[in-house]
């Protein structure tokens, strides 16, 4: 049974740092791919990072490229989100999601309708 379970989340002032810890019970991640998305109020669920299981390969958002970073811990079976230079505008409930890709396909996707499961969340406030 895939499960994914979300932490780290929390208060952090603009300018700072957090790193996210998506865990994954069931599945072998080698034939997924794993996305970060986040939802702020108001506002549509976004696509903002993806992880190839099959070749390691990273993707990004225009509008966390160059301030967060994606990868993988094998030894403790998740897969993080670094976030570095926050913004106010980052404040959202962040969520890991993995759809299932089959060896040898690295193709990235932030649409949420593209992942089968999903974490239960974690909130992140970026505030002073």
């Known amino acids: 049974q895939v499960q994914l379970v979300e932490s780290g989340g929390g208060l952090v002032q603009p300018g700072g740092s957090l790193t996210l810890s998506c865990a994954t019970f069931?599945?072998?991640?080698?034939?997924?791919?794993l996305g970060w998305f986040r939802q702020a109020p108001g506002k549509e669920r976004e696509g903002i990072s993806c992880f190839s299981g099959s070749d390691g390969s990273t993707y990004y958002a225009d509008s966390v490229r160059g301030r967060f970073t994606i990868s993988r811990d094998n030894a403790k079976n998740t897969v993080n989100l670094q976030m570095y230079r926050v913004k106010p505008e980052d404040t959202a409930v962040y969520y890991c999601?993995?759809?299932?890709?089959?060896?040898?396909?690295?193709?990235?996707?932030?649409?949420?309708?593209?992942?089968?499961?999903w974490g239960q969340g974690t909130q992140v406030t970026v505030s002073s």
């Open positions: 069931g599945f072998t991640l080698d034939y997924y791919a």
């Open positions: 999601a993995v759809r299932w890709t089959g060896p040898n396909n690295n193709r990235p996707s932030f649409r949420s309708n593209d992942y089968q499961h």
